[in-house]
């Protein structure tokens, strides 16, 4: 079966599921909300708190203060997590932050941010 025949036979389940499965290798191409979470925990634990520990400490003077500052850390990072996630969701197209700069303030903006990207990361 080639592309064009698959392409004409109606899918049983929604291309946007977590269930819709690559039929290549059978893998399921979704991530549910449990598996988004961890991910942006681990991002978090691997790169903030063993690179910013000691910083915050030394700021804070308490641990009170200092597990407090990590908690609303967590909290504000999972928020923009899960809204960047909704964003994917209603925008399916590549190009991450550029498209939905695109879809809010037009394509002026969205042109100055990919060239900040672009000078800032090279």
């Given at each position: 079966?080639?592309?064009t025949e698959?392409?004409?036979k109606p899918s049983p389940v929604p291309a946007n599921s977590v269930t819709?499965?690559?039929t290549k290798s059978g893998l399921v191409r979704g991530i549910s909300l449990a598996?988004?979470?961890l991910?942006?925990?681990?991002?978090?634990i691997g790169t903030g708190v063993f690179l910013t520990a000691g910083d915050v400490a030394a700021a804070t003077k308490t641990p009170l203060v200092f597990v407090?500052?990590?908690?609303?850390?967590?909290?504000?990072?999972w928020l923009a997590s899960?809204?960047?996630a909704e964003l994917g969701s209603m925008f399916p197209q590549a190009g991450g932050q550029y498209v939905y700069?695109?879809?809010?303030?037009?394509?002026?903006?969205?042109?100055?941010?990919?060239?900040?990207?672009?000078?800032v990361n090279t």
């Amino acid at each position: 079966m080639d592309y064009t025949e698959a392409a004409s036979k109606p899918s049983p389940v929604p291309a946007n599921s977590v269930t819709d499965i690559d039929t290549k290798s059978g893998l399921v191409r979704g991530i549910s909300l449990a598996d988004a979470t961890l991910l942006i925990v681990g991002g978090i634990i691997g790169t903030g708190v063993f690179l910013t520990a000691g910083d915050v400490a030394a700021a804070t003077k308490t641990p009170l203060v200092f597990v407090a500052a990590w908690v609303a850390g967590m909290i504000v990072s999972w928020l923009a997590s899960v809204s960047v996630a909704e964003l994917g969701s209603m925008f399916p197209q590549a190009g991450g932050q550029y498209v939905y700069l695109r879809e809010a303030y037009g394509e002026f903006v969205a042109f100055l941010y990919g060239w900040m990207i672009f000078s800032v990361n090279t």
